[in-house]
T-cell receptor
């Protein structure tokens, strides 16, 4: 079975721009969660989508949004980028949900200049 | 408010010796705990888990101990190998609902040959 894939792997954007990250879960997995990893904060939960519906949301501003398509692929969008948004963005998929064992992709390294 | 705490940002251990990674939690409603390992440029991978009804779970060189009264768990790696050098994340799940896993900030383990 193919693992979780994320594109692009690396991205450099300028403050004020917007960005869209993509995640393809493991085949058959209906839950996709997004996390932000920074050196000082560890893994912080952004949101979870299950069967195209947002099921959980973390404490991030509205500039962070996401969606899930009928094939379970998910996208995450960040608008009006700030320097502090520079981080590794990880996507994780699960058969049943974000409360259970999750399988992570390699992440997208976003740098905002 | 950090519900899952890994108070040691880093740990160095000699090859062949025991590595002990610690994790404390504040919410007594957590019922399931997981450890993930993360190499640079890769997503975290699931390592081992333990249910709150147990106090020990073993898988090869890895053992997780849970002390519910102290709200403390630890991951023991014996013997430690250079390939174990990675960042280890502790995560916890709430008993009720489909709430996402709560992760600690991680501990970087360096196993020195």
């Amino acid at each position: 079975k193919a693992g979780v894939t994320q594109t692009p792997r690396y991205l450099i954007k300028t403050r004020g721009q917007q960005v869209t990250l993509s995640c393809s879960p493991i085949s058959g997995h209906r839950s996709v969660s997004w996390y932000q990893q920074t050196p000082g904060q560890g893994l912080q939960f952004l949101f979870e989508y299950f069967s195209e519906t947002q099921r959980n949301k973390g404490n991030f501003p509205g500039r962070f949004s996401g969606r899930q398509f009928s094939n379970s692929r998910s996208e995450m969008n960040v608008s009006t980028l700030e320097l502090g948004d520079s981080a590794l963005y990880l996507c994780a998929s699960s058969l049943t949900g974000a409360s259970y064992e999750q399988y992570f992709g390699p992440g997208t390294r976003l740098t905002v200049t | 408010d950090q519900q899952v705490k890994q108070n040691s940002p880093s740990l160095s251990v000699q090859e062949g010796r025991i590595s002990i990674l610690n994790c404390d939690y504040t919410n007594s409603m957590f019922d399931y705990f997981l450890w993930y390992k993360k190499y640079p440029a890769e997503g975290p991978t699931f390592l081992i888990s333990i249910s709150s009804i147990k106090d020990k779970n073993e898988d090869g060189r890895f053992t997780v101990f849970l002390n519910k009264s102290a709200k403390h768990l630890s991951l023991h790696i014996v013997p430690s190998q250079p390939g174990d050098s990675a960042v280890y994340f502790c995560a916890a799940r709430l008993l009720s609902g489909n709430t996402p896993l709560v992760f600690g900030k991680g501990t970087r383990l360096s196993v020195i040959a």
